[in-house]
Nanobody
Framework: VQLQASGGGLVQAGGSLRLSCAAS????????VAWFRQAPGKEREFVAA????????DYADSVKERFAVSRDNVESTVYLQMNTLKPEDTAIYYC????????????????WGQGTQVTVSS
């Protein structure tokens, strides 16, 4: 399955963005999908994940109650709604898919999108 992340951009602190992760080549049904991010000079970190049916969902503490992950299996797309953005949310955001159970480890995901840049100005 090929994944393409989109929706990034430049936004002021307190603003919102919605990222999309669209699948091609194969439907996303039966795949759990996670979002990770990597800021300059930092290691990649887990952001959020969603099971193939829409449940369960999981969030990093740093984004809980500000970000929401959802999916549309008909459109084979997973979304990450990001609200109340902070400068520390600035990073390249990646989506990844796995047909195994959801984890927070990037190495457990077999398919990755190319990333989309999110920049939050203060």
């Amino acid at each position: 399955v090929q994944l393409q992340a989109s929706g990034g951009g430049l936004v002021q602190a307190g603003g919102s963005l919605r990222l999309s992760c669209a699948a091609s080549g194969r439907t996303l049904t039966r795949y759990g999908v996670a979002w990770f991010r990597q800021a300059p000079g930092k290691e990649r970190e887990f952001v959020a994940a969603i099971g193939w049916s829409g449940l369960p969902t999981d969030y990093a503490d740093s984004v809980k109650e500000r970000f929401a992950v959802s999916r549309d299996n008909v459109e084979s797309t997973v979304y990450l709604q990001m609200n109340t953005l902070k400068p520390e949310d600035t990073a390249i955001y990646y989506c990844a898919a796995s047909d195994q159970r959801l984890t927070r480890k990037g190495s457990d995901y077999d398919y990755w999108g190319q990333g989309t840049q999110v920049t939050v100005s203060s």
